[in-house]
């Protein structure tokens, strides 16, 4: 077992057996107790490449440690001080010595064939990968109707404390990598540790992936879970997990602010959870209010403002706030947006280049780089926003992601919009902003709102014919916090429009908040718009601004 596995990122199994120093280490941890009859139906399958594989004896009355090494010689076993499988697992995770810990029952009840799926997630970027029996893909032959109806209460709680939908909370199938268990600062020994390890992920911001795991019955013996006990034990657990100002402080984390309105400014401070992608909108062709001249040349986001595109000024605040793994969504003129980036580093610096083959080399004096990651994803020429983002899911990694539009600029507080979605557990957040015009004109441009109970969207309607009697004053300003689950209401027609449909049919299920903003708020749809927002970042120097009131940072907005 000296080498580690080369796993595609599907999971669908090793491809080749490579050397330590080029991928990571597998270490496998089995918690047993009295598990000798099932342990040689086990351990043979776990694949021949795995690093080490570590047994945590429950102090067994039967031969269990004895055949483990009968099957397996290189095994180690670990006796367990304490009892409980929280406990088990905490032993084996200070035992293990590979990059990649692995976990999974001994009773038969989980295949060590899945092992590569795992395996496989956290090689595509995963921190985190917890099975799943009641995803697609998954599934068990050993579930009782009460446990079904427990798991969906308690994930179902998850979603509304916590903000994130899993689908399967007290499964044993886990698998992350060895570096952020320190992180999780495990302390609870029952059968409640898989549901503390979920949260605790989550909380940490980890990436975290769910993986289809079919759950069969166990060969032998008999189970040790006690249904209504153990189900307390993770009730019990949820609550303090979300509710303990010890375990904030212990895995330093904030509290949420009790309403961002109570924030007397931006805090420009990186935002703690530096994990989620931020979608762009750069695909529309900008014609829909006489940027027609300019876009015919260029793509909307391309536009320059005081110097530079719009699209970079939106990147750079994100950035500003620890946000720099970008995704952009291209249609029309995508090319130039490409090529923008693909070259941005000789655009900004003195170069040569031989041209005999090709080689450049960057000057002394080069100007420092951002340190931006940026994946373009082709989307459509004709499609509308929805689609777009539909079509870009495969890089949405985490449970939540931000999105906006490639043509506008604000100031919203991105940590306090971050903290409000997450703490009204809903599945959509947009920025409601004041319209520069008057309230008929803005009904016209832009997407106007109803607004009840402070933050709960009740109606939405894109660009009406005439302004609703009962609407807020406020507008679509973009700038959106999704969860994953919008992908459900998008779809991957060429007419799916995020702002129609999907958003109309959140609002009316009560699944769309308004994150309220007064601050600054400007879109460029005509050239009007350009000028003015050139002329205001020309002036005020130090980009962001706030005109007429004060300087503060400017980021995503507007429409595209």
């Not at 070259?343 to 100007?367: E, K, P």
């Not at 979605?421 to 008057?438: D, E």
């Amino acid at each position: 077992m000296a080498n580690a596995a080369r796993v595609d990122s599907r999971g669908s199994g090793v491809l080749q057996s490579l050397p330590d120093s080029q991928y990571p280490t597998v270490s496998v941890v089995i918690p047993a107790k009295n598990e000798a009859k099932n342990l040689p139906f086990v351990l043979p399958r776990i694949p021949a490449w795995v690093h080490e594989v570590i047994l945590v004896d429950g102090n067994s009355t039967d031969e269990t440690a004895d055949v483990a090494r009968r099957c397996l010689p290189n095994i180690r076993v670990v006796t367990q001080s304490r009892r409980g499988k929280g406990d088990a697992l905490q032993a084996g995770f200070a035992a293990v010595t590979g990059d990649i810990v692995v976990t999974f029952d001994a009773d038969g009840s989980t295949d060590p064939a899945e092992i590569p799926a795992f395996v496989g997630a956290l090689l595509a970027g995963a921190d985190f990968a917890k099975g799943s029996r009641f995803m697609e893909g998954g599934g068990s032959a050993d579930i009782t109707f009460i446990r079904r109806l427990g798991n969906w209460g308690f994930t179902t709680l998850v979603k509304l404390l916590f903000g994130h939908r899993f689908s399967d909370l007290c499964y044993g199938y886990n698998a992350l990598w060895t570096r952020v268990v320190p992180k999780l600062a495990l302390d609870r020994d029952g059968f409640e540790i898989e549901t503390l390890m979920n949260i605790r992920a989550l909380m940490t911001g980890l990436k975290l992936v769910e993986v289809a795991s079919f759950e069969s019955r166990r060969l032998s013996g008999k189970s040790a879970l006690r249904t209504f006990p153990d189900g307390w034990r993770v009730l019990t657990i949820i609550g303090r997990e979300r509710f303990s100002r010890r375990v904030r402080k212990q895995l330093r984390i904030a509290p949420p602010p009790a309403h961002p309105a109570a924030l007397p400014g931006v805090s420009i401070v990186p935002v703690a959870d530096a994990t989620p992608e931020v979608l762009i909108l750069c695909g529309g062709r900008g014609t829909r209010l006489g940027l027609g001249p300019v876009t015919e040349l260029m793509p909307k986001p391309l536009v320059k403002v005081a110097g530079r595109p719009i699209l970079e000024h939106i990147m750079a605040y994100y950035a500003g706030h620890g946000l720099n793994r970008f995704t952009l969504c291209l249609g029309y003129g995508g090319d130039m947006v490409r090529d923008h980036f693909v070259n941005y580093r000789i655009r900004h610096n003195d170069f040569g280049i031989q041209l005999s083959n090709g080689g450049v080399l960057l000057l002394d004096g080069s100007a420092a780089m951002p340190d931006w990651k940026i994946t373009c994803a082709e989307t459509g020429y004709a499609a509308l926003t929805g689609a777009r983002i539909y079509r870009a899911r495969k890089y949405i990694r985490g449970p939540y992601f931000l999105c906006t539009y490639g043509d506008g600029l604000t100031n919203v507080d991105i940590g306090a919009l971050l903290a409000f979605h997450r703490q009204h557990g809903r599945i959509a957040t947009l920025t409601a902003v004041r319209p520069p015009l008057s309230n008929t004109q803005s009904a016209a441009r832009f997407g106007e709102l109803v607004i009840e109970d402070g933050d709960r969207v009740v109606k939405f309607t894109e660009k009406p014919k005439k302004a609703t009697h009962n609407a807020s004053g406020y507008i679509n300003g973009g700038f959106f916090v999704f969860n994953r689950e919008i992908l459900d209401y998008l779809s991957d027609d060429d007419s799916c429009c995020l702002e129609r449909t999907p958003l109309e049919r959140l609002a009316s299920q009560g699944e769309l908040r308004a994150f309220k903003h007064d601050g600054f708020w400007r879109c460029v749809d005509t050239l009007e718009d350009r000028d003015n927002l050139d002329g205001l970042l020309t002036t005020f120097l130090s980009v962001p601004v706030e005109s007429n009131v004060h300087r503060e940072p400017v980021t995503a907005g507007g429409r595209n």
